[in-house]
């Protein structure tokens, strides 16, 4: 018998329902072992996620704020679910000592920590599998620093001896037994890290999307499905915005060379998307296909600064790079030609800090020229099958080109795996839809 490790997002353990959805996804699968749960996500559109829940109580002890509502609405809701299930799962009881360690001053982490060890616990109730706590297995440093080794020697040793369990995501501890929480989303990574630790056939990450599509449905009409996708597609994919899966997830079962399948937990039936190694997903015919994904984000500005004999001139785009620094921004890319190099920044970073970043650049460089283009979008065309296909590059220039999109930022990494694109925010959508028409056969 192998072993699968499923993690189950909040929309798969949002109510009594989900859950029962949830535990017959387990049950036909004998090999799924090893189940890790996040905390109850939304149950419609204008409900609440319990980890905001937690953060929003913890805020009201800290502003001394009436906090007793918020925390009553999040156990009433944990309540409901162990009632409905028919399972004693010591709800009650968790959340006396939940209050107690409120009102001593517990941290934000260990409040936040409180929907995924909860929910573990019921789920694991409702199973009839071991509950295993998180804390004390996934471990960091006195300073925050996430232990990885020590975690997969934690981990490993412990799920391997449970037949069948259940870990809550999200979270570990300090030395001092103090908890620490990944970023949000961070249960993806616990998952993976579990797979690592036990050497799992393959990762299962069940969510509320039926694995990973071409193009953003909210842009593109019913968007192709991808069926197989690499390790390194992804992660482009991945930081340009198509975030299904947290980024940080990928590296553990990379690592071990584990394979991930995002699945849907309300269309089980989906086969959804498998993320392998890069000459896995050639043998299983992703090659025929010349572009795997459209991905992009709005809002940057690209700094782009000419000065005449710059490639003679040593340090000149450490320089640049340096005032960055300074001022505390950091670069998305960087492209570049013999007396010209741009900047890309996503606006966030920059808050108020342009004119000064201007001023240093002309000061520092005695560049020719500074110009700004500010309400700039990047759009990144990811395939390893465009490094073989002559073209590409051609035709994507052309369709946006026929759509009306003037470019303004052309860039290719040099994998050659992706190419991207600096358009103006306005036309964001347009060339979006214009470069997935282009590659992706109707029909």
Known sequence: MGI??????????????QIRKTGEIIRSDGDRRIVIVSAPGKRFDA??????????????????????????????????????LGVRAGVAEEFR???????????????????????????????????????????????????????????????SACERAVLPGFYGTRPDGEIKTFSRGGSDITGALAAGAVGADVYENWTDVSGFLMADPRIVANPKAIDV????????????????????????????????????????????TMIVADDIAEEQGRGQRIITGIAGNRDFTVIAIYKNMMSAEV??????????????????HIPSGVDTVSVVIAD????GKLDDIIDDIERKTQADSVEVFENMSLIATVGSGMMSRKGVAASLFAALADAGVNIRMIDQGSSEMNIIVGVENEDFETAIKAIYNVFVPTG
């Open 4 to 17: 699968k490790v499923a993690k189950f997002g909040g929309t798969s353990v949002a109510d009594a329902n």
């Open 97 to 159: 000592v939940i209050e107690a360690r409120l009102v001593e001053g517990a941290s934000a982490d260990y409040i936040a920590s409180r929907g995924e060890y909860i929910s573990a616990k019921i789920v694991a109730a409702y199973l009839g599998f071991d509950f295993v706590d998180a804390a004390g297995l996934v471990r960091f440093g006195a300073k925050g620093k996430f232990l990885r080794e020590e975690t997969k020697e934690a981990l490993g040793a412990t799920l």
């Open 229 to 272: 996708i690499s390790y390194k597609e992804l992660r482009e994919l991945s930081y340009m915005g198509a975030s299904v899966l947290h980024e940080n997830a990928i590296y553990p079962v990379r690592l071990a060379g584990i394979p991930i399948n995002i699945r849907n937990t309300n269309r089980p039936e989906d086969k959804g």
């Open 47 to 84: 409900d609440n996620k319990i980890t905001d829940l937690l953060y929003l109580l913890k805020t009201h002890m800290e502003q001394n704020a009436p906090y007793e509502q918020v925390l009553q609405i999040i156990r009433d809701r944990f309540l409901e679910t162990e009632r409905e």
């Open 348 to 351: 966030r970073y920059l808050n």
């Open 315 to 332: 340090g000149f785009i450490r320089r640049v790079l340096g005032i960055l620094e300074d001022y505390d921004v950091s670069v998305e």
